[in-house]
């Protein structure tokens, strides 16, 4: 089988034809609930009257990701296609998507002979808490079905404990015991296989017994990769407890609370080890992105939020993530690659500059000075002056900074100078000259103070704009259509047109109801959940929750509980569940709603807003320095205690 293109085109057959519709009116009706604990959905099939349906999630470990891909019929029959990607596991050419894969389904897959017949399954319950999980019946017996990705094994795991309900013995029988399927890697004849210990086993009334299938892969002269499952699904949830546990929020919406929750899950998972160590990546299935970084996503996005979090192994791999792109950073000012791909060994880049170095700088600043290291910050300011120097480097006459194009890769119109990367600019500068304050060249920070103030007014001049009479931003020069990306200046504490900017947001210009379009006229009516993750984390430091909160209640209920759950995504075309959007999601409410902005090593300037209708909001387990504190939102503005 040739998988880059006959799995990849199953997959997006089963995933997407016909099960989204990204530019509708309205959010779509909550086909999923929130359990008791808030850290549990749960899909009641048997009840569900709008059958058929398709959906997909990703879940990752340090040597695996598994996109898994699942459809249930109208007679609630379920078919599953479990996608397994391992990262450090190339194929030819090692380029971006060089990362080796294979759906296992049907004969490759592990299925179920029950009472001398092919089991049919009929689905009552499917549930996720980071580990995903169904519950069906096949005459008799009750199977209970877990997929997850081993924590550090180059594998996936699927356990089916299967329960004799009946009340005479019953005979069950795994199949598929055995698949084995080969491909020639970069270094070497990769296995890729499905292995089921147990194969048949006859079940008393009222007895149970799992079964357990690994989907693993070796290169032919290593050993066959074996997982205990139940070591495997204890050490799932402790990672989960670690990338959960801090930054607690309670906001008193308990729909808001668990996608934040969520979010928390798939932004900190997405890390692989590879041979230049620790990496996020964007994940995002078959063909996608792993074992790589980018500016945008790992840089910009996520950096900042590993920041806040502290966990050990995501910061570890933000700081690989900003080291990678160092050693292209050269005297003669040439532009730094968009990606840093193949394990670290190799880049991509945009045709030309997206505003790569700004998003770098932006990032890098904000990471370093949230996560309160002196020590890395003393190793990566080489890059931090150098990214901000070639940023100026590409500023016009009028004061604003160019670049070739933006992080949509010319998939809309961008000009020469585009609203992002003059107001990464701008925040990267302000953060830098605290970094250069306390632990560089004090004139040097006087010098970003004063770049700053510049083009904060050249800003102004340049991007203001008057479009379908909001007082708003144009995107970039002669830019006559409304853009999803007027709310960036916002988050970056640009307020000068704040009410005129979110009227325009959620106009039906762009606000689709729980969406915003990237463009307003766009005949494809595309969605970039980034654009307004940033917009609503902008409006939300700009004290105007009470504005906000409806639409962001709105956009959480529909990625969490809708009909692509339960994270944020990348846009309407792909649909994938990237990791580093679901940092920014979590940005909304650090950065926004309790305002909390890095203003030293260790130390944040706070200035959170309540919206109108609560009495508190809390943020627990915040690292500050070095204490844990909870944050108490009160019309009284942040208590920390």
């Not at 004849?189 to 210990?197: P, Q």
């Not at 992105?289 to 995501?314: I, M």
């Not at 325009?504 to 969406?515: D, H, Q, R, V």
């Not at 030293?600 to 919206?611: I, N, R």
Request: proline share 4%.
């Amino acid at each position: 089988m040739k998988k880059s293109v006959i799995m990849h085109g199953l997959f997006i057959a089963m995933a997407f034809c016909g099960a989204f519709e990204s530019g509708a009116a309205a959010p779509v009706p909550s086909r999923w609930a929130l359990d008791g604990s808030g850290k549990r959905i749960v899909w009641n099939v048997r009840e569900d009257k709008r059958l058929p349906h398709k959906d997909m999630l990703e879940m990752s470990g340090l040597q695996s990701s598994i996109v898994l891909s699942y459809e249930i019929n109208e007679a609630r029959e379920p078919k599953l296609l479990r996608f397994v990607l391992w990262p450090q596991y190339r194929t030819q050419p090692n380029d971006t998507h060089a990362t080796c894969y294979y759906g296992f389904t049907g004969d490759s897959a592990l299925a179920f002979e029950i009472g001398g017949k092919a089991a049919k399954e009929v689905v009552d319950e499917i549930s996720f808490d980071g580990i995903w999980r169904s519950v069906s019946r096949a005459g008799d017996a009750v199977l209970v079905r877990s997929i997850l990705p081993c924590a550090d094994k180059p594998a996936a795991i699927e356990t089916v404990e299967v329960l004799n309900s009946g009340k005479t013995p019953l005979e069950v029988k795994a199949l598929n015991g055995e698949f084995r399927t080969y491909c020639i890697g970069c270094d070497a004849r990769f296995e890729e296989r499905c292995d089921v210990a147990e194969k048949a086993r006859t079940l008393k009334a009222g007895e149970s017994a799992t079964w357990t299938a690994v989907y693993s892969i070796r290169r032919v002269m290593e050993k066959v990769v074996t997982a205990d499952a139940q070591e495997e699904i204890a050490a799932r949830k402790k990672r989960i407890a670690e990338l959960t546990a801090p930054l607690v929020l309670e906001t008193g919406d308990r729909i808001v609370d668990a996608m934040f929750y969520f979010a928390k899950i798939r932004a900190g998972e997405s890390i692989f080890r590879t041979k230049r160590g620790l990496m996020h990546s964007p994940g995002g299935g078959p063909r996608a992105f792993y074992a790589a970084t980018w500016c945008n996503d790992q840089a910009e996005y996520a950096g900042p939020w590993f920041g806040f979090t502290q966990d050990t192994t995501a910061l570890l791999a933000t700081t690989n993530a900003y080291a990678h792109y160092m050693p292209f950073m050269g005297p003669d000012y040439a532009q730094i690659p968009s990606s840093v791909i193949a394990e670290g060994f190799d880049y991509w880049n945009s045709t030309r500059d997206r505003g790569d170095a700004a998003m770098w700088a932006y990032g890098a600043a904000r990471f370093l000075l949230a996560a309160n290291r002196r020590d890395w910050a003393k190793d990566l300011l080489p890059g931090l002056r150098w990214t901000l120097e070639y940023s100026r480097r590409q500023m016009n006459a009028e004061g604003v900074v160019g670049s070739y194009m933006d992080e949509l890769e010319g998939r809309f119109p961008h000009g020469k100078y585009n609203l992002c990367t003059s107001t990464l600019y701008y925040d990267a500068l302000r953060h830098a000259a605290i970094v250069e304050r306390e632990i560089g060249d004090k004139a040097l920070a006087d010098d970003y103070e004063k770049r700053a103030a510049a083009i904060r007014i050249a800003i102004e001049k340049f991007f203001g704009a008057q479009l379908h009479g909001f007082k708003t931003y144009r995107y970039f020069e002669d830019c006559k259509l409304l853009r999803s990306w007027i709310g960036i200046p916002l988050a970056m504490g640009i307020y000068d047109r704040v009410d005129g900017t979110i009227d325009a947001l959620f106009s039906p210009y762009l606000w689709t109801g729980s969406e915003l379009y990237t463009q307003e006229a766009d005949p494809k009516r595309t969605v970039w959940d980034r654009s307004l993750l940033y917009a609503m984390r902008g409006i939300c430091a700009a004290g105007r929750t009470e504005r906000v909160w409806g639409y962001l209640k709105a956009y959480s209920q529909s990625r969490l509980l809708g009909e692509h759950v339960p994270y944020a995504l990348e846009c309407s075309v792909s649909m994938s569940h990237l990791s580093a959007e679901n940092a920014l999601y979590c940005r909304i409410f650090t950065e926004g709603l309790f305002g909390l902005d890095p203003n030293g090593f260790g130390t944040f300037a706070m200035d959170g807003k309540l919206p109108k209708g609560f009495k508190l909001m809390r943020l627990k387990n915040v690292r500050m320095g070095n204490k844990n504190v909870t944050l108490t939102l009160t019309e009284n503005g942040v208590k920390v205690e």
